[in-house]
């Protein structure tokens, strides 16, 4: 079965830290790319990450830069966010979706509405 099993929401405080897990399971090629989405309440979905499996280039919404990192492990297939200096306005449910798509991503993310495959989301909560 072709899933995506995200993990490693939480409380933490203002300045803190949380790293998120995706593991990729039943896919029997590399031709995807790996995007991080959060939605807060009464907000629209917003792409946050994506790590393309092919090339491994990366895209970080601006607002985020310099405080979250994207990574896979391949040999886990197991993509990350390491979200640093975590702010309130964090604060949403973090979801991550498979885009099968050969190629580099960025300079910009792709719409919600084109990935292929998603998992279930992890709330996290930044106190301030």
């Known amino acids: 079965e072709v899933q995506l099993q995200a993990s490693g929401g939480g409380l933490v405080q203002a300045g803190g830290s949380l790293r998120l897990s995706c593991v990729v399971s039943?896919?029997?090629?590399?031709?995807?790319?790996i995007g991080w989405f959060r939605q807060a309440p009464g907000k629209e979905r917003e792409g946050v990450a994506s790590?393309?499996?092919?090339?491994?280039?990366?895209y970080l919404l601006d607002d985020v830069k310099g405080r979250f990192t994207i990574s896979s492990d391949n040999a886990k297939n197991t993509v990350y966010l390491q979200m640093d200096s975590l702010k309130s306005e964090d604060t949403a449910i973090y979801y991550c979706?498979?885009?099968?798509?050969?190629?580099?991503?960025?300079?910009?993310?792709?719409?919600?509405?084109?990935?292929?495959?998603w998992g279930q989301g992890t709330l996290v909560t930044v106190s301030s």
């Open positions: 039943g896919f029997t090629f590399d031709d995807y790319a």
């Open positions: 979706a498979a885009l099968w798509f050969v190629g580099s991503v960025g300079p910009t993310m792709a719409p919600a509405r084109t990935f292929d495959l």
């Open positions: 790590i393309s499996r092919w090339d491994g280039t990366t």
